[in-house]
């Protein structure tokens, strides 16, 4: 493949140095490819975290409307068995929430599971 005197021949080393740049040109897409694969797991991280937001999301205003109802029913309960109005109602809820340092929706459960309260009737 070589001449006589020990060097390598002009066609030899022009698939070499052919072979060299392919080896090259192949590791410069590799590292692209690299760089892309970078990129599209920080996307799909961020689509992920956004999906689980979304998730909480509509988690939250699902809790949020059943709790609606049934603040709704115990405002309903305590305006029949108090004679009071939908807002008189709803002040008693809220102060007794503020006094007893509990969610509004959970003194709604008591007066949806009890049918009564023992706070003020009126704000």
């Not at 192949?26 to 992920?48: C, K, T």
């Amino acid at each position: 493949m070589g001449s006589d005197d020990g060097e390598p021949n002009d066609d030899l080393v022009a698939r070499i140095v052919a072979l060299v740049e392919q080896l090259e040109d192949s590791q410069r897409l590799v590292d692209a490819l690299e760089a892309q694969v970078i990129v599209d797991r920080e996307l799909i991280a961020h689509l992920v975290a956004e999906g689980v937001v979304q998730r909480e999301k509509i988690k939250g205003l699902e809790i949020a409307l059943v709790s609606a109802r049934r603040i709704g029913a115990a405002v309903g309960i305590l305006m029949a068995l108090h004679k009071i109005s939908a807002d008189a109602a709803f002040e008693v809820l809220k102060t007794a929430s503020q006094t007893t340092n509990r969610k509004l929706r959970d003194i709604a459960d008591v007066v949806l599971a009890t049918g009564a309260t023992d706070w003020p009737t009126s704000p």
